[in-house]
């Protein structure tokens, strides 16, 4: 792909997900920690509680990359685990993708991961399908304009069950049907191995 946040990603480095890790701390805390556990990358789940000022001296405090974070979910203390697939809120999720790309620029971040979330209940399979095409093409063209990449994940749906985007094959197909340079797939070995 000819985008340049997706380029030059071919050399295994590791970056801390600082939701996941370090998890004692406070969440402005993990970062150097994370540091002095050797991670120059980190990467975390949504930033959008947090002040973009604040997290921006925390990265260049620690001389630190953040490599990756999520659109917004939607309510996820409620449960959701994201809502591009939902057709009755696509203003919501275009909002934010505009939230995600302030975010971006903010802490200089060249990719996005978006979440595909859990089916829809009493929806046709087609519109759901069409909608999270539709919404994955706007955020990979709008992100794109800030010269930022989208990627999408399945992830298994053992511990989401429902969950949209859940093979690699189905993944690789939608992104081919998009056909965007600023779309790809983020590959997680552990959501594929528990599918697959």
Not at 15 to 24: H, K, P, W
Not at 94 to 118: F, H, M, S, T, W
Not at 168 to 189: C, F, M, P, R
Request: include cysteine; hydrophobic fraction near 40%; aromatic fraction near 10%.
């Amino acid at each position: 792909r000819n985008c340049k946040c997706l380029k030059g990603r071919s050399m295994l480095k590791f970056s801390a997900n600082l939701s996941l890790m370090f998890t004692e701390l406070e969440f402005l805390e993990r970062f150097t920690a994370a540091k002095k556990a050797g991670y120059n990358g980190v990467e975390f789940f949504f930033p959008y509680s947090y002040d973009k000022d604040a997290l921006s001296a925390e990265l260049e405090k620690n001389d630190q990359v953040l490599v990756l974070f999520s659109l917004p979910p939607g309510d996820w203390e409620a449960g959701e685990v994201g809502i591009s697939c939902h057709p009755d809120r696509v203003d919501e999720f275009q909002a934010g993708v505009g939230a995600a790309i302030e975010y971006a620029i903010a802490l200089n971040c060249d990719l996005i991961n978006c979440i595909a979330g859990i089916t829809p209940v009493g929806v046709a399979q087609e519109k759901i399908a069409d909608t999270y095409v539709s919404n994955l093409r706007y955020a990979a063209l709008e992100l794109a304009k800030v010269g930022k990449g989208l990627v999408i994940e399945p992830v298994n749906t053992h511990h989401r069950p429902g969950f949209y985007l859940n093979r690699t094959d189905q993944a690789v197909e939608i992104i081919e049907k998009i056909g965007l340079n600023s779309l790809g797939l983020q590959y997680d070995v552990y959501h594929a191995q528990v599918m697959e």
